[in-house]
């Protein structure tokens, strides 16, 4: 259903009597809108659980010389927003690498890391903070950017006091938990790939074939979880999906994807790029990102928990399960 784009669907092999009686049969969608899949759908419209994920939108300031005054007032406006913005939560904070005891593990990163730019600039490119900002849904991110303590008082005060921002939005790749947790971080690397990577390119399979090693890897196992996203949301680019938000800047330096690191603490981190799995994966991306600014990162503390699926919308009184028209 749904030409221009969106999903079609087939009904799944077999035929009816092979199924329990009463059980609801569920679609099998073979295209999302941009590539070839293999998703169960439900008849009535609803997604597989897991597939629709929250909407992470990130900000990284370089906020060198933030007055102590300065800092709480850009809190003090993000407290603001989450007390009226149902569906969102956030961080601000200054980045790890800005933070005794991450530091030189960072200094070492960028050793190997840097050389990726070709004019060796640093992977967080001056960066000094951070702001997380994760939505349930494009509604509520809307909602949080178009308010006016993120629009006036938090925008407004960080633009004045920044030399440089860098935004971008996409799916939430990973799980977020902070509790018991020795010193959780969040490490997102934006990568600007080649104009033919796409989703079912080699470049861009060997990337996520190298994303599921990690994750399979056993020595790291329930200590760092990775995944891979595409900037932008669902249907919608990233500039579609700035639009869509109503902001009319776009600060993404042309990032098309998100690589997210959960790690329970910054040597566990250390010990993921130092790994035989962690250099497969970075030759795989060498392949797929640009050779000019193709790759920049953040690390920033981890200090709020949720998962990466979107919470189930609820239904609207007085509706009832069945197919929907396409």
Not at 305 to 312: D, G, H, M, Q, R
Request: overall charge positive.
């Amino acid at each position: 259903g749904m030409l221009q784009g969106v999903r079609y669907a087939n009904m799944p092999l077999g035929f009816e009597t092979d199924w329990p009686r009463d059980t609801e049969r569920r679609l099998m969608m073979i295209y999302d809108g941009k590539n070839l899949c293999t998703q169960d759908w439900g008849a009535d419209g609803e997604p597989p659980l897991g597939f629709v994920k929250r909407v992470l939108h990130a900000e990284f300031f370089d906020m060198t010389g933030l007055t102590e005054t300065n800092l709480r007032r850009l809190r003090a406006a993000l407290q603001r927003l989450t007390s009226t913005c149902k569906g969102v939560q956030l961080t601000f904070d200054t980045l790890r690498t800005q933070r005794e005891g991450f530091r030189d593990i960072w200094a070492d990163i960028e050793k190997v890391e840097g050389g990726w730019s070709q004019n060796k600039q640093a992977l967080s490119t001056g960066a000094t903070h951070g702001l997380l900002l994760i939505a349930d849904d494009i509604v509520a991110l809307r909602t949080a950017l178009n308010c006016d303590a993120f629009k006036q008082d938090f925008a407004k005060l960080a633009e004045t006091v920044s030399r440089s921002r860098f935004v971008a939005n996409m799916p939430l790749g990973v799980d977020l938990k902070h509790e018991r947790k020795k010193d959780p971080s969040l490490i997102l690397f934006f990568m600007r790939t080649k104009v033919d990577v796409t989703g079912d390119s080699k470049e861009y399979n060997q990337l996520q074939k190298m994303t599921d090693a990690i994750n399979s890897n056993d020595s790291l196992q329930g200590m760092v979880s990775v995944g891979l996203q595409p900037t932008g949301f669902g249907k919608f680019s990233h500039k579609e999906l700035l639009k869509e938000v109503q902001v009319a800047e776009d600060f993404s330096s042309g990032c098309t994807h998100c690589f997210a690191v959960a790690a329970d603490n910054p040597h566990v981190f250390k010990a993921l790029v130092q790994s035989k799995t962690w250099k497969r994966w970075r030759d795989a991306c060498d392949q797929a990102i640009r050779k000019d600014m193709g790759l920049m990162a953040f690390a920033v503390p981890l200090e709020m928990s949720t998962t990466a699926s979107a919470p189930k919308p609820e239904r609207k009184s007085g509706s009832t399960p069945g197919p929907q028209k396409r």
